[in-house]
């Protein structure tokens, strides 16, 4: 069985710091990128970070480029999500996803989702 639970959320006050979680199993980690999204309430979803999780490439949604860190513990089957110098608009709902790519290609799960909220 997938599962992809995050943690890690929080109200925070602008400025401040968050790190969130996504403990993953239940899959062939090697075949997936691993994501963050996120979605603020009335707006779409948007894209924040991906890594490999075989090779550990990232990159980062330009919104978020110089503040947040996306990190894998591969012992621990984790990913994780730094935030810093949090403002107000990062306010949102964020869920880890699981990207198949390759033979892998088509596959993907999501998490349930955890709440930033960061007050001004």
């Known amino acids: 069985q997938v599962q992809l639970v995050e943690s890690g959320g929080g109200l925070v006050q602008t400025g401040d710091s968050l790190r969130l979680s996504c403990a993953a199993s239940g899959f062939t980690f090697s075949g997936y990128d691993m994501r963050w999204h996120r979605q603020a309430p009335g707006k779409e979803r948007e894209f924040v970070a991906n890594i490999r999780w075989s090779n550990g490439v990232t990159y980062y949604g330009d919104s978020v480029k110089g503040r947040f860190t996306i990190s894998k513990d591969n012992a621990k089957n984790t990913v994780y999500l730094q935030m810093n110098s949090l403002k107000p608009e990062d306010t949102a709902i964020y869920y880890c996803?699981?990207?198949?790519?390759?033979?892998?290609?088509?596959?993907?799960?999501w998490g349930q989702g955890t709440q930033v909220t960061v007050s001004s």
């Open positions: 996803n699981a990207e198949g790519w390759g033979t892998m290609r088509g596959y993907h799960y």
